[in-house]
């Protein structure tokens, strides 16, 4: 018999997940491929992908978002211009003792990411629709993510006031962006990507707290 598409996806899942080295119980699995069933409902209406395929969210949203699990650091986590919640609400599933502060600007993303939380029992996430330079939060966080936002120096200005003093931006990227590397005096580093089922290549910036007010 012919596996179904959801089972497709959970073995894809699962291959990935092994890939990575990256421990994930039943109930998480089955957490993750309910999230993307939700993104696939609520596309339609609101615009929240450009991938159609559950197959392909799989590689491309839930995988891609899980390869930087080991460079998040501490207790407290923001992802800004979170979007359909892409990375933060998988980080959020496979890091449950971990606080995730969702941010977006969309109001019609913000109010999917909160149903996404509710119908996944995601007690530690919270959806937040703000632009990032009129947030204030009354702590800072320890690791400050960007998935597809902006220029890495845009990034460093608009989310400098968000980051402890020991806290590290992670800013995911496609290709090598030297360019962008190039207007930035903060110590970076560079680090490849290797995301089962993508053969394009990814990368992660990580950018040092105490430097990032300083820029080009």
């Known amino acids: 018999m012919p596996e179904t598409q959801t089972e497709a996806c959970r073995n894809r899942l699962i291959s990935g997940l092994a890939a990575l080295n990256l421990p994930a119980d039943e109930y998480q699995v089955g957490q993750l491929i309910d999230f993307i069933v939700l993104i ?76 996404a939380v509710l119908e996944l029992k995601l007690n530690n996430v919270a959806a937040c629709h703000h632009r990032v330079e009129n947030y204030h939060p009354e702590k800072p966080f320890n690791t400050v993510i960007t998935r597809a936002f902006a220029g890495l120096a845009d990034i460093v ?21 030297e360019a962008e590397l190039a207007q930035l005096s903060a110590k970076t580093t560079l680090i490849p990507i290797k995301v089962p089922g993508i053969a394009a290549e990814r990368c992660l910036v990580r950018i040092e707290s105490e430097a990032t007010t300083e820029v080009i």
Request: proline fraction near 5%.
């Open 157 to 177: 200005k608009l989310t400098a006031h968000l980051l402890d003093k020991e806290g590290v931006l992670l800013a995911m990227k496609g290709q090598n962006p």
């Open 40 to 115: 696939e409902k609520w596309n339609k209406a609101y615009n929240l992908t450009a991938i159609r395929n559950k197959e392909d969210m799989v590689s491309l949203h839930l995988l891609d978002s899980l390869a930087i699990i080991p460079f998040v650091t501490g207790r407290r986590v923001i992802d800004i211009g979170t979007g359909a919640g892409l990375p933060g609400i998988p980080l959020a599933i496979c890091l449950p003792d971990t606080a995730f502060t969702l941010l977006d600007s969309n109001a019609k993303k913000t109010r999917f990411v909160q149903q």
